[in-house]
């Protein structure tokens, strides 16, 4: 732990000072109610520099005091909760058929979901601006409203997205080269919060590592289950992109040389034999109303129809080689899916550990789970608003207002 006793150099003193100051935030994050004295303890802060570092926080209002109190040994302490009700983090996910919004206060306190139908398939870049600018404005009114800063925003994109925030290419948009980031923050005229770009399967890890029921787990992957079919890998607790940010494709893994054609014009990948426009096309039912063609499959899944049960018995065996793959490559406890999987599942899911268990060379699939996520298709905008919270967390802290 640096403290500004240990490490009195003038230069540095506003870097230690904003280390420190994040990590009593995230501190309280993690085990409010607490007090004072509970962080100098656990921080090795001490008390002094944790009295300041809290007035700080409490001027900035991102913690506040509760009002209760412990009583311990000696005089009662003073309880802390994280605040920041004046702030909003918000993300934002584009897919082929509709963009979502979520904002969320700094506690993760969800303030608004809105998800709109959107035709990303047949929409330019420049559609695509003005859609989410349009949506983001309108987000950003409404906090503006309720008198709450905006922190940043996040946007989500199905495809490779550089760390300059340029989508390389989203083979199910028809994007190539776009400086999303760049054209947003012109489309929003300078908003004054910063604008980001990432995969959509990226940030629904870091909203189940953040919000869901996994949360915390060091070893997480989530499969988007989307018309495209990404991984976004948490391990030993950290989101893993790879060197320029294009990993996790394992949608773009050959299952079967002869197999469908993929959007990215090779033969057999698993987004082609086990994502949801392999469900739709074997349904024989339109990828332009996926939602409503789901529920349709959900439907006559639930009556017995048997040539669905057996589709989704073959895609649920092609996903589960997928999921075997990462299985025997990172060993993570969980695999989530995400997406249009959510409704699937409980048809997907036994098809899926069967291939799993029988395709690891650990035993029991190396102790990896399958579940469906339980955040709802806002996961990837929630994970959106968790980026924007991480920079937060890591030290860039909002000023005072
Ligand atoms: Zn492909």
């Known amino acids: 732990m640096i403290t500004s006793t240990t490490n009195p150099q003038p230069a540095d003193f506003a870097d230690v000072r904003a280390t420190n100051l994040a ?8 085990h409010a109610p607490c007090s004072r004295a509970d962080i100098a303890a656990s921080t090795g802060l001490n008390k002094a520099t944790v009295s300041s570092l809290v007035a700080d926080l409490i001027d900035r209002r991102l913690v506040r005091e509760t009002g209760l109190t412990e009583n311990r040994v000696g005089r009662p302490a003073t309880m802390l909760v994280l605040d920041g009700s004046p702030y909003a983090a918000i993300g934002v996910e584009i897919n082929v058929d509709y963009v979502t919004a979520v904002a969320v206060d700094l506690s993760g306190e969800r303030l608004l979901s809105w998800r709109r139908s959107f035709s990303g398939a047949t929409s330019s870049v420049s559609q695509a601006v003005v859609a989410v600018a349009g949506l983001v404005r309108r987000v950003t ?36 080269d776009a400086d999303l980031a760049g054209d947003l923050t012109k489309a929003l005229r300078d908003p004054g919060f910063g604008v980001q770009i990432d995969n959509d399967a990226n940030l629904a890890a870091l909203a189940e590592h953040r919000f869901g029921p996994q949360a915390g787990t060091a070893n997480l992957v989530y499969l988007t289950g989307e018309i495209g079919v990404g991984a976004g890998i948490i391990l030993d607790g950290r989101l893993r992109r790879g060197a320029r940010g294009y990993g996790g494709e394992i949608g773009h893994i050959q299952l079967d040389p002869l197999g469908a054609e993929c959007r990215c014009g090779r033969l057999g990948c698993l987004e082609a034999v086990a994502g949801i426009g392999a469900v739709l096309q074997h349904a024989a039912l339109s990828p332009a109303e996926v939602e409503i063609e789901i529920e349709e499959v959900v439907r006559l899944a639930r009556s017995g129809e048997r040539r669905t049960l057996d589709l989704l018995a ?61 955040l709802g298709y806002g996961a990837a905008a929630l994970g959106g608003a968790a980026r924007v919270l991480d920079t937060v967390d890591s030290g860039r802290l909002p000023r005072p207002s």
């Open 141 to 176: 009114n409404r906090m503006a409203k309720e008198e709450r800063q905006v922190l940043g925003v996040t946007v989500g994109v199905p495809g490779l997205v550089g760390t300059d925030g340029t989508v390389l290419i989203a083979p199910n948009l028809g994007w190539r």
């Open 23 to 30: 990590v009593v935030l995230r501190f309280v994050r993690e």
């Open 314 to 374: 073959a895609v649920g065996h092609n996903l589960g080689k997928g999921v075997s793959v990462i299985a025997n490559l990172l060993n993570p406890e969980v695999v989530i899916l995400g997406g249009y999987y959510v409704p699937l599942a409980p048809w997907l899911l036994p098809a899926v550990g069967e291939e799993m268990r029988g395709r690891t060379i650990a035993p029991d699939g190396g102790g990896c789970r399958v579940v469906a996520s339980t």
